[in-house]
């Protein structure tokens, strides 16, 4: 079965630090890869997504970038993180060529100081 | 541009009884319709998927409609119990890799 992990589970960090978020997946092969953020009280943002290794496809500009150095490996990160950055992190997978379902990591607290 | 409303006040109904959320869609028809569930602090679970020719889909306690004339999707979990209090999502796949999610809506079944 498919499994999907991300790391750290809560992180707390200054404004200016730099930042990396992993996920992985586990069980799939050639998954499509999503980053969304979402704000309390909010719908989720989806910030990247990725069809293959290397591939990345931004959705909104900002400080934040998204590389995919493996088939199952999906890393956010920032230089310097702002105040605005703080939310809920999460990844998600999908199969190519369903109906686009799709299945989330437990996700990542940042709440940046 | 694309968007997906639910309701964002939270609806709250007694045990047993049938829950109903809303989603609306506007300008544009997606060909999916999806329905997740998210408790506080965790990821979003897939739960139904409904096409734009299914009228209506059902699993177990759960009712997905879709109507593309009032473009609206309604979900209701019938008898429900209060370990089904969570946030439910609904959103759309219009094709290609992308799935637009609304806010959510919260609902509280009281015991």
């Known amino acids: 079965s498919q499994t999907i992990h991300q790391w750290p589970a809560t992180l707390v960090q200054p404004v200016g630090s730099p930042l990396s978020l992993e996920c992985t997946v586990e069980?799939?092969?050639?998954?499509?890869l999503y980053w969304y953020r979402q704000a309390a009280g909010r719908g989720l943002q989806l910030l990247f997504y990725?069809?293959?290794?290397?591939?990345i496809s931004s959705e909104v500009p900002q400080n934040l970038s998204a590389s995919r150095p493996q088939d199952r490996q999906f890393i956010l990160s920032s230089k310097k993180l702002l105040l605005s950055d703080s939310g809920f992190y999460l990844c998600?997978?999908?199969?190519?060529?369903?109906?686009?379902?799709?299945?989330f990591g437990p996700g990542t607290r940042l709440t940046v100081l | 541009s694309q968007k997906i409303e639910q309701n964002s006040e939270a609806l709250n109904i007694q045990e047993g009884k049938t829950a109903t959320l809303t989603c609306n869609y506007t300008?544009?028809?997606?060909?999916?319709l999806q329905w997740y569930r998210q408790d506080p602090g965790r990821g979003p679970v897939f739960l139904l998927l409904?096409?734009?020719?299914?009228k209506e889909k059902r699993k177990e306690r759960l009712k997905v409609t879709f109507d593309t004339t009032l473009k609206q999707s309604l979900f209701h979990i019938t008898a429900s119990q209060p370990a089904d209090s969570a946030t439910y999502l609904c959103?759309?796949?219009?094709?290609?890799?992308?799935?637009?999610f609304g806010a959510g809506t919260r609902l509280f079944v009281k015991a």
């Open positions: 998600a997978w999908a199969l190519t060529g369903s109906y686009n379902e799709q299945f």
């Open positions: 069980g799939t092969s050639n998954p499509n």
């Open positions: 990725s069809v293959g290794i290397g591939q």
């Open positions: 300008n544009y028809s997606p060909a999916y």
């Open positions: 409904i096409r734009e020719n299914e």
């Open positions: 959103a759309s796949f219009t094709g290609g890799f992308k799935t637009i």
